[in-house]
Nanobody, 122 residues
């Protein structure tokens, strides 16, 4: 099956930097977009960054100028570089992608990773 595998969660000091990675694998015909959402306890899941093929990248106002989303040349990997981290960045981060599965006669569907915890604390 199609899978999104996230890596890079962990404990980070305030003001520090960190990197998350997501790799899409499985029977994939095409990936049309990849990005990251996050969800803190008791809060709604919110957009962090999202990059359709060809751009432009969309960022939440709270992370603009601090986070950078990039995708590799094969367009199957989404990397989130997080800089100047704040305690309010603490959340479970979820990779998402719009994917056309191999053999599908329909358009793309939304896929999600399992989530990875990022904690910003002293």
């Amino acid at each position: 099956q199609v899978q999104l595998e996230e890596s890079g969660g962990g404990l980070v000091q305030p003001g520090g930097f960190h990197r998350l990675s997501c790799v899409a694998s499985g029977p994939i015909f095409m990936i049309n977009a990849m990005g990251w959402y996050r969800q803190a306890p008791g809060k709604q899941r919110e957009l962090v960054a999202f990059l359709p093929n060809g751009g432009p990248t969309m960022y939440a106002d709270s992370v603009k100028g601090r986070f950078i989303l990039s995708r590799d040349g094969a367009w199957n990997t989404a990397t989130l570089q997080m800089n100047n981290l704040k305690p309010e960045d603490t959340a479970v981060y979820y990779c998402t992608a719009r994917i056309v599965p191999g053999g599908s006669e329909s358009g793309d569907s939304e896929f999600w990773g399992q989530g990875t915890q990022v904690t910003v604390s002293s």
